[in-house]
């Protein structure tokens, strides 16, 4: 069975500083890794996805992640923070040899950044 | 990125009445799409996936016959909302796979419904 663990409801940080959303995963084989963010009322927008190649993977608004095996995660970071930024974050999963299941998604976390 | 649309975004009805999302890929044909419930400060549940062409699959706990879903054709499934009643009332995100490249998964914004 696949799932995602994001183990922070929420998280602060101040407008400036790095900010790193966690993110671990349980899938069979290689796993397929996507970040999506959340605004209000609004559907989710893709940020970044892992497949294959670097484990450091660039996406949308300057976040990026990395691809950790050993660790099961794939935790979302960005160097300096945005107010903009605040939104919720969903990590979601699923195997590359799942055929057409749906991506398995974690519980959200969401990001607040402080003016 | 990939464009996936959703009509309407919002919608109010009376309970007993039945209400039809639409959902269509923009720029890309999707041979599969997902739809989804959330509930407010929740995550998103899977409620189905609808292929092109064929019967719907659903999770485990969801109404087939309360909740239609038709995809019919490579760029548009639609979720009907039969015999509406309050606790129906919920935001509903469709989903597309694109399966080029590497099959990403986009959202529609979502459509956020409210049964009188």
């Known amino acids: 069975a696949q799932s995602v663990a994001q183990p922070e409801d929420q998280v602060n940080v101040a407008e400036g500083n790095p900010l790193t959303v966690k993110c671990t995963y349980s899938v069979s084989g290689n796993p397929y890794l996507f970040w999506y963010v959340q605004y209000p009322n609004r559907g989710l927008q893709f940020l970044l996805k892992y497949i294959t190649g670097d484990n450091l993977v660039k996406g949308s608004y300057g976040f990026e992640a990395e691809f950790n095996k050993s660790q099961t995660s794939f935790h979302l970071k960005k160097p300096s923070a945005l107010v903009s930024d605040s939104a919720l974050y969903f990590c979601?999963?699923?195997?590359?040899?799942?055929?057409?299941?749906?991506?398995?998604f974690g519980k959200g976390t969401r990001l607040s950044v402080i003016a | 990125g990939a464009v996936v649309s959703q009509h309407p975004s919002w919608v109010i009805c009376k309970s007993g009445t039945s209400v039809k999302i639409e959902c269509r890929s923009l720029d890309f044909q999707a041979t599969t799409m997902f739809w989804y419930r959330q509930f407010p400060k929740q995550s998103l549940m899977l409620m189905a996936t609808s292929n092109e062409g064929s019967k719907a699959t659903y999770e485990q706990g969801v109404e087939k016959d309360k909740f239609l879903i038709n995809h019919a054709s490579l760029t548009l499934s639609t979720l009907t909302v039969t015999s509406a009643h309050p606790e129906d009332s919920s935001f509903y995100i469709c989903?597309?796979?694109?399966?080029?490249?590497?099959?990403?998964?986009?959202f529609g914004p979502g459509t956020r419904l409210l049964v009188l």
């Open positions: 979601a999963v699923r195997s590359s040899n799942s055929g057409n299941t749906p991506l398995v």
């Open positions: 989903s597309a796979r694109d399966p080029l490249p590497q099959e990403t998964q986009y």
